[in-house]
């Protein structure tokens, strides 16, 4: 099945990266490296490379970050009420379609009668055309995934925590261990391995960004909020260029591989 699927087809991209395909035509014209150039040489290449890292980046501190530490606040003594309804509270959003959530957010966002707007004006605030706004439009689509995602990274690592042997929490707690102190030098080293994969989640995530972006902006206004994922869709099938789209999904898929290769050799994942 991961050979007919995944390899297969992995191949079949690479290769297709080479010629110049349509989907009208049968036929295919090789063309080397002419693809790669005109991909690398495109002048939205770099607005996308630094859109996806952008999002990368606040993902990484935010999903796995605050994800990671309302989870270590769920398993505390502090939510043993209550914990299983938190839990579900965070973890909701991550239920909801992509698309719905996009569409959502774009009234949230609305300049007229958006929430955001509304709220401003209530308390005589400037208003701002949020998803117009070149300089902001990025950043509006990266919260709005910040709050859709962050609640299923929380329920990754509290199932980590919880597989930890209360033996050890108890353990420390008799040496006089404080909960920071358990949190950094037995849960979390403990926990590694769930860690990497939500890292890993988060990372693969961040480079096949495209439902978010499509609901929302379609990579505008100009090409401010334009992202790999979308441009690959765009040059499939709106351009009929599929030579280019297959350069794309071959970028994509080196970057994620590369860094995640990265992640594990720092991490040392599967050593003893």
């Not at 035509?25 to 790669?36: C, E, L, P, Q």
Request: overall charge neutral.
């Amino acid at each position: 099945m991961v050979l007919v699927f995944v390899y297969i087809p992995v191949i079949f991209n690479f290769v297709y990266s080479f010629f110049r395909l349509s989907s009208y035509s049968a036929g295919k014209t090789f063309v080397g490296f002419d693809n790669y150039r005109r991909f690398f040489s495109d002048d939205i290449f770099p607005i996308m490379l630094k859109n996806n890292f952008l999002y990368c980046i606040i993902s990484l501190i935010v999903q796995v970050g605050f994800g990671t530490i309302v989870a270590l606040l769920l398993e505390s003594k502090l939510a043993v009420k209550f914990k299983n309804v938190y839990r579900n509270i965070y973890y909701l959003p991550a239920l909801i379609s992509i698309t719905a959530v996009g569409l959502m957010f774009t009234f949230i966002y609305e300049p007229n009668m958006g929430f955001i707007n509304s709220v401003l004006k209530v308390f005589d605030l400037p208003t701002r055309s949020w998803l117009g706004d070149s300089k902001l439009a990025i950043y509006c689509i990266i919260a709005m995934s910040q709050w859709q995602f962050t609640g299923y990274i929380t329920l990754l690592m509290v199932v980590a925590f919880q597989n930890i042997s209360t033996d050890y929490i108890e353990a420390a707690e008799i040496d006089g261990a404080g909960p920071i102190r358990r949190a950094l030098n037995i849960q979390l080293p403990l926990a590694k391995e769930q860690l990497l994969v939500c890292i890993i989640i988060t990372v693969i995530g961040a480079f096949k960004l495209y439902t978010e972006v499509y609901a929302t902006t379609s990579g505008g206004p100009g090409n401010s909020s334009q992202v790999l994922g979308l441009y690959l869709y765009q040059q499939a099938f709106l351009h009929d260029d599929l030579g280019m789209a297959a350069v794309a999904g071959v970028f994509i898929f080196a970057i994620t591989v590369v860094l995640s290769i990265i992640q594990i050799k720092i991490t040392g994942s599967g050593k003893d």
